[in-house]
């Protein structure tokens, strides 16, 4: 079957052979053996972006391409039709925020060809690897120190005595560059603010753009939330944390998994047992084996874990949302509603279900289920009529709750894992 993301990237180096444009960070041998979960850094001598938009958004594989415009470079996202994903950084200046690290005159002395793709030296690359990381307060990646060390033992000799004499620093050896080193970076830094692009004036100007560019991304870029529910053994833990991967590894985003509910209030029984000893005790007591018949009781426990949902929102928000992250609810309040014998409370489904219009709505919300006799294979912790009894209560409410508010509900029979992963990456993408 063809791949779509490799197919897309070979006719799209075709379409730039007559280009003037550098692959930053390439080592592979040949372009089809770039990763799957690579980025492209690609630099312009003359800015391109709008060029590279359009042959994407063109392109017969393409489902979906998202852009993103900076002062420095302009991102493009672009999902495939058979579930692929590609992201291209097309840089116009190698610059972290208002200090240029690689000067574009530089990066053409530099340029040239490896296997018909137009990338630059070996030394360049080196160079490009230690000022990015370290100026970031990080070592260089292990897959680029394994390729120098592939490299003869005289090259890399080479290579980091050449860089030494530049920058004045003492780098012993290449793995010395695995983490960040305080000290080099202090002598990087001094020596690149000697480039008249660097000088006071340019730098404040720099500066201004740099903070236009992160406010603009504040406003622009906005984490959600997507709940994840399900009886035990629907198979809703292996499901989430498969969907955190392939957010992070296949769509580079950053994520959090909480459970139930935001938590900025701790569990009641801390308050007698102490946080420690109350999770432990949480974690190893069975769902649903609470006696508490006391509505009285119920009462005041809901309303504690409902003020953590309300004030718990904009906690949420401030630490997750607004710095992008796609934040991963394993259960949320729809327990309550359907199953509030599971945090031991004894209230009426109308009440609680009424008071979700207050409640900080995930944009996307699954509901895992499976036939009883299947999750009795995988847990058997809740006899069959229980199971059939929550499936049809969660399936109605997620049925409700569509026609009711704007934000998506689905029911997914889990059985094929695959299908199941299938259908939530392509909701997802839709969110993006």
């Known amino acids: 079957m063809t791949n779509h993301r490799k197919t897309f990237i070979q006719s799209l180096f075709t379409k730039l052979q007559n280009e003037d444009y550098i692959l930053l960070k390439f080592i592979e041998e040949d372009i089809s053996k770039i990763g799957e979960s690579s980025d492209l850094d690609i630099w312009w001598k003359n800015k391109k972006d709008d060029f590279l938009a359009e042959f994407a958004k063109h392109h017969s594989l393409v489902e979906k391409v998202t852009q993103h415009q900076q002062r420095s470079m302009h991102q493009l996202f672009i999902f495939f039709k058979d579930g692929s994903f590609l992201q291209i950084d097309c840089l116009f200046q190698l610059i972290r925020k208002d200090l240029t690290y690689l000067t ?32 970031n307060y990080a070592g260089i990646p292990k897959k680029y120190i394994a390729y120098f060390e592939s490299l003869s033992q005289s090259s890399v000799q080479l290579i980091i005595r050449h860089f030494n004499q530049k920058y004045g620093s003492t780098i012993p050896q290449l793995s010395w560059l695995s983490t960040y080193q305080p000290d080099l970076q202090k002598k990087l830094i001094k020596y690149l603010n000697q480039f008249f692009i660097n000088r006071f004036f340019s730098r404040q100007k720099a500066k201004i753009h740099y903070w ?25 833990s292996t499901i989430l944390e498969e969907t955190r991967q392939l957010l992070s590894k296949k769509f580079r985003k950053k994520t959090v998994v909480i459970r139930h509910r935001p938590s900025i209030l701790p569990i009641l029984s801390s308050f007698i047992y102490g946080k420690k000893q109350a999770e432990t005790r949480s974690a190893s007591r069975l769902p649903r084996t609470g006696n508490n018949t006391s509505q009285l009781n119920s009462l005041f426990r809901f309303g504690y874990y409902f003020a953590d949902y309300l004030f718990g929102r904009s906690y949420i928000f401030f630490k997750y949302q607004i710095r992008n992250y796609i934040v991963l609810y394993d259960r949320y309040y729809f327990d309550f509603i359907i199953d509030p014998k599971r945090t031991n409370l004894t209230l009426d489904k109308t009440f609680t279900k009424t008071l979700y219009r207050f409640v900080q709505k995930p944009k996307i919300n699954f509901f895992l289920h499976a036939p009883a006799e299947i999750i009795l294979e995988r847990k058997k912790e809740l006899p069959p009529e229980a199971i059939k009894s929550l499936t049809a ?3 109605s409410l997620f049925s409700e709750l569509r026609q009711t508010y704007n934000q998506q509900y689905f029911s997914i029979e889990n059985i094929e894992k695959d299908k199941t992963l299938n259908f939530i990456s392509t909701e997802l993408v839709k969110a993006f």
Do not use: P
Not at 120 to 127: M, P
Not at 212 to 236: E, I, P, T, Y
């Open 393 to 395: 209560g969660y399936q």
């Open 104 to 135: 574009n005159d530089y990066l053409i002395t530099q340029q040239r060809v490896k296997n018909g793709i137009k990338t630059y030296t070996d030394f360049c690359l080196f160079e490009h690897l230690v000022l990015f990381n370290q100026l």
């Open 212 to 236: 236009m560019d992160s406010l603009k991304n504040l406003k622009r870029q906005r984490g959600f939330l997507v709940s994840f529910s399900g009886v035990d053994g629907a198979g809703k």
